[in-house]
């Protein structure tokens, strides 16, 4: 009995330790690994009833971190309705409402921080709410193809993961 409670609490500890970490973000984020282009695998919003869905997917969007500090962020769905007047100042408020919902873009500044997280300074954003905002993106992982972030607080609400993998 007693070695299925050590087994049990050394189990919980990893588990614990694996949480921190993943809410901490990296220990260090090399720059020359961040800037460059990525392209979107995958964002996967989970609500706060804990229903999960993927908002953007393959292809739906990029990032670019270039070495003086800016970055660029679009993301927009590829399922996105055409306007029937091939106008965009005369979109039918379905069209509008589905362009809202089906795309993000933001630009602004950005910062690496010592806790393996990044800054994003957002100066513009078509989500006007975002503008002039400071957002932080919990990097969980970096390599020279792959980048993983989380986001505590995406617009649509809940919680947000984000999967890029760089363009060459």
């Not at 260090?28 to 979107?40: C, H, R």
């Not at 970055?71 to 979109?91: C, E, H, T, Y």
């Not at 006007?128 to 792959?146: C, H, I, M, Y």
């Amino acid at each position: 009995m007693l070695a299925i409670i050590t087994m049990a609490m050394f189990c919980v500890g990893i588990a614990v330790t694996v949480t921190d970490a993943m809410a901490q973000g990296m220990s260090k984020i090399d720059k020359g690994e961040l800037v460059g282009s990525w392209t979107l695998v995958a964002i996967n919003n989970k609500s706060p009833d804990g229903k999960t869905v993927q908002t953007f997917g393959s292809n739906d969007g990029f990032v670019v971190f270039d070495s003086n500090g800016k970055f660029v962020q679009a993301l927009i769905r590829s399922d996105l309705p055409k306007f029937a007047s091939n106008n965009r100042n005369s979109g039918s408020a379905d069209e509008n409402k589905a362009v809202i919902l089906g795309s993000l873009a933001i630009f602004g500044t950005y910062a690496i921080n010592n806790d393996g997280t990044i800054t994003l300074r957002i100066e513009r954003s078509t989500f006007p709410n975002f503008n002039g905002s400071d957002q932080k993106r919990v990097v969980t992982a970096l390599t020279a193809n792959e980048m993983k972030w989380q986001i505590a607080a995406p617009s649509v609400g809940g919680t947000s993961e984000a999967v890029w993998k760089r363009v060459r």
